[in-house]
């Protein structure tokens, strides 16, 4: 990298703001009055990609904290553990190939994003404007708190995220005494995952990490994966499914219940309404980021103990 084009901000290392915008006529002027690209090789495209991936692949197979899901949870509970742990690996892993679950909109298809207070602090924090309606504010699209938080996660240097892979069984160790722990997560990409039942082997991969945030939203076609898991293992005797809408006991109830659920699993977000039976809350997403740092806190509780 060459540091004299990037600057050091709160939210990392960032490219400098080039002082003047460039325009069509700029760049042809410097090549004939042509728009070129510098030349290349088919074979460099692919090296450039598949150098890197697979050397990333090699490096998180031993991560910090794998976070399973990037919905408003998973990414939240990833800004805060990799900011305030820039030492940490910190490595997403998301199902589907656009990170972000529900919110890109805020409920029904409609682009406005409700967010009680005070979870509102989260949004002064990583610089996402709003209208302060009171008791609760309101982001012009949701799209925006989204894109804001996803850059700011990946701009880190010690966050990894691998798109279009599905975290299909969790690592599950016993110790001498018998007691079960989570030491990391089984993943394939996803269409692999969607297929076994069409061909005959295609076996997994693993990470290997001393604490697994479950963050994989209600139940749907991949929903409350950690939950289920649980209790097909025998280590959760059965789901407290998700419980009818509320919104004034719900968003406490996930933020104040977000907790290591099984040795080495924190259970975040709307996937722990499925595992305690608790309500959920619709189109308000405070709970969603209260949780989300309420889990980056139990991280780090599990590995400093
Ligand atoms: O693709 C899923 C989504 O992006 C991903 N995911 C699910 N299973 C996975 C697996 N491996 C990898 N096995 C997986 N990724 O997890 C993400 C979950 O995001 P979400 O937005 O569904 O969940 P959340 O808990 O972060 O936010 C919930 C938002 C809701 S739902 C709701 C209601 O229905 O009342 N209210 C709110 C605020």
């Not at 029904?108 to 302060?132: G, H, N, S, W």
């Not at 990490?209 to 139940?219: F, R």
Request: glycine residues 8%.
């Amino acid at each position: 990298l060459d540091n004299n084009k990037f600057v050091e901000t709160r939210f990392g290392k960032q490219l400098k703001p080039s002082s003047k915008s460039t325009t069509y006529d700029d760049v042809a002027e410097n090549y004939d009055g042509q728009y070129r690209f510098a030349p290349i090789q088919e074979a460099q495209v692919s090296r450039a990609m598949i150098k890197r991936y697979f050397e990333t692949m090699y490096d998180r197979a031993i991560s910090d904290v794998v976070i399973v899901g990037a919905g408003s949870a998973g990414l939240t509970c990833a800004y805060h553990l990799a900011s305030t742990r820039p030492d940490l690996k910190i490595t997403i892993i998301e199902a589907n190939v656009a990170p972000g679950g529900g919110a890109w909109l805020g409920g029904q298809l409609m682009t406005p994003m409700v967010i009680r207070k005070p979870a509102d602090r989260f949004l002064q924090e990583i610089c996402v404007p709003y209208e302060d309606e009171g008791a609760y504010v309101v982001v012009k699209h949701a799209a925006l708190f989204t894109s804001t938080l996803l850059s700011r996660v990946l701009a880190m240097p010690n966050v990894v995220m691998m798109n279009a892979t599905a975290v299909e069984d969790l690592i599950i160790h016993e110790d001498h005494a018998g007691q079960q722990r989570v030491a990391g997560v089984v993943t394939n990409w996803t269409l692999v995952a969607l297929n076994h039942d069409t061909q005959s082997c295609m076996d997994p991969n693993t990470i290997t990490c001393p604490v697994v945030v479950s963050a994989t939203g209600h139940d749907g076609p991949m929903g409350a994966f950690s939950a289920k898991r649980l209790v097909s293992a025998g280590l959760l005797k059965e789901l407290g499914n998700m419980r009818g809408l509320d919104m004034n006991r719900s968003e406490p109830a996930i933020v104040n219940n977000t907790r290591e659920v099984a040795p080495g699993l924190i259970m975040a977000g709307m996937e722990l309404s499925e595992h305690d039976g608790k309500n959920r809350m619709g189109p308000t997403f405070g709970g969603m980021i209260g949780s989300g740092i309420k889990a980056a806190h139990e991280a780090l509780r599990v590995l400093d103990s």
